[in-house]
């Protein structure tokens, strides 16, 4: 079983920046992609970056330009650095891994999400 664990919230005033870190551990064989969402209060959760294991990287409109996806893959870490912040950018952000197990199984992992909130 993999534990995904995410660091880097905070708050932060509009305009400001933030990285997100999210590690990996555990047994597993591998991680594929990775990814970055959000969720507001009483809203739908939002894909806001992926990353392939090729570095192929991927991003909504509403954060384009300004969030940027990285990846590790000898330390098994995702990061999510966050420029020109914006006060609607305030959200549960979580962190998400296409894993492979032993078996061969593939599954979906979750962290257990780090809080973003900036301030007007």
């Known amino acids: 079983q993999v534990q995904l664990v995410e660091s880097g919230g905070g708050l932060v005033q509009a305009g400001g920046s933030l990285r997100l870190s999210c590690a990996a551990s555990?047994?597993?064989?591998?991680?594929?992609?990775m990814r970055w969402y959000r969720q507001a209060p009483g809203k739908q959760r939002e894909l806001v970056a992926t990353i392939t294991t090729g570095g192929s990287t991927n991003y909504p409109d509403s954060v384009k330009g300004r969030f940027t996806i990285s990846r590790d893959n000898e330390k098994n870490t995702v990061y999510l650095q966050m420029n020109s912040l914006k006060p609607e950018d305030t959200c549960v952000y979580y962190c998400?891994?296409?894993?492979?197990?032993?078996?061969?199984?593939?599954?979906?992992?979750w962290g257990q999400g780090t809080q973003v909130t900036v301030s007007s």
């Open positions: 998400n891994a296409d894993v492979t197990n032993w078996s061969l199984r593939r599954y979906d992992s």
């Open positions: 555990g047994s597993f064989l591998s991680i594929g992609a």
